[in-house]
């Protein structure tokens, strides 16, 4: 299964931005997803998963109130509604399919993703 994200962009702090990451293949709907970011010199940071029966997410700390994750398996996508974004948000965002095995909640690491895709850029100026 390949990942593609995008949507990306230059948005000023207060600013929305939605994320979209489209997945090829057919398992798509049996998969759990996730969104994870890094910015220059840090580790990539979880930010949002969603189980496969789509009502099931969990959120990071920072982002929690702010973004909503959502998927439509009809289309291969997970996407991300990221709102009242703050400077604290920049960094490359990166979709990812969660192991199998991991046990879905709000601390995902790197180590329970199987795939990712290439990122996106999403920077929030002050």
């Known amino acids: 299964v390949q990942l593609q994200a995008s949507g990306g962009g230059l948005v000023q702090a207060g600013g929305s931005l939605r994320l979209s990451c489209v997945a090829s293949?057919?398992?798509?709907?049996?998969?759990?997803m996730a969104w994870f970011r890094q910015a220059p010199g840090n580790e990539r940071e979880f930010v949002a998963a969603?189980?496969?029966?789509?009502?099931?997410?969990y959120y990071g700390d920072s982002v929690k109130g702010r973004f909503t994750v959502s998927r439509d398996n009809a289309k291969n996508t997970v996407s991300l509604q990221m709102n009242n974004l703050k400077p604290k948000d920049t960094a490359v965002y990166y979709c990812?399919?969660?192991?199998?095995?991991?046990?879905?909640?709000?601390?995902?690491?790197?180590?329970?993703?199987?795939?990712w895709g290439k990122g996106t850029q999403v920077t929030v100026s002050s």
């Open positions: 990812g399919i969660i192991l199998e095995r991991a046990w879905m909640s709000n601390s995902l690491s790197v180590n329970d993703i199987q795939s």
């Open positions: 969603i189980h496969r029966n789509g009502w099931t997410k």
């Open positions: 293949g057919r398992a798509f709907s049996s998969y759990g």
